[in-house]
């Protein structure tokens, strides 16, 4: 099972993550906080179990973004901590993964 998101047409302006899907992402950050990779796994095996919560086929289908992005962004931020925690012993921390460190410099945050 897979959430990553498709990458967007290079050829047609491109535009960062919503409202919606930064907000998504932000959440699970801080529900993550801590986790292990175990408690992450779970976390993400319950949200995308539920039933409001799109298949990955459906990914990229109106129908499955009714929120603005945002669930389909918390599935593959979930995704992509457990993916993170698999190779790396020890709990989440949003301040040493390298995804949110790029992310923020990207943006001038520090």
């Not at 529900?31 to 175990?38: C, I, K, L, R, S």
């Not at 409001?52 to 389909?72: F, T, Y």
């Not at 410099?105 to 520090?110: F, L, N, Q, V, W």
Request: with cysteine.
């Amino acid at each position: 099972m897979t959430y990553e998101q498709p990458l967007p047409n290079p050829e047609s302006a491109v535009e960062g993550p919503t409202e919606a899907e930064h907000a998504g992402r932000a959440a699970v950050r801080r529900q993550a906080q801590g986790m292990t990779h175990h408690e992450a796994a779970r976390a993400f095996h319950l949200l995308a179990s539920r039933a409001d919560s799109p298949a990955p086929k459906d990914i990229g289908e109106p129908s499955a973004d009714p929120d603005g992005g945002c669930r389909v962004a918390e599935l593959a931020e979930w995704e992509r901590i457990v993916d993170q925690l698999a190779v790396h012993a020890g709990t989440y921390d949003v301040e040493s993964d390298p995804y949110v460190q790029g992310e923020r410099a990207a943006s001038g945050e520090s």
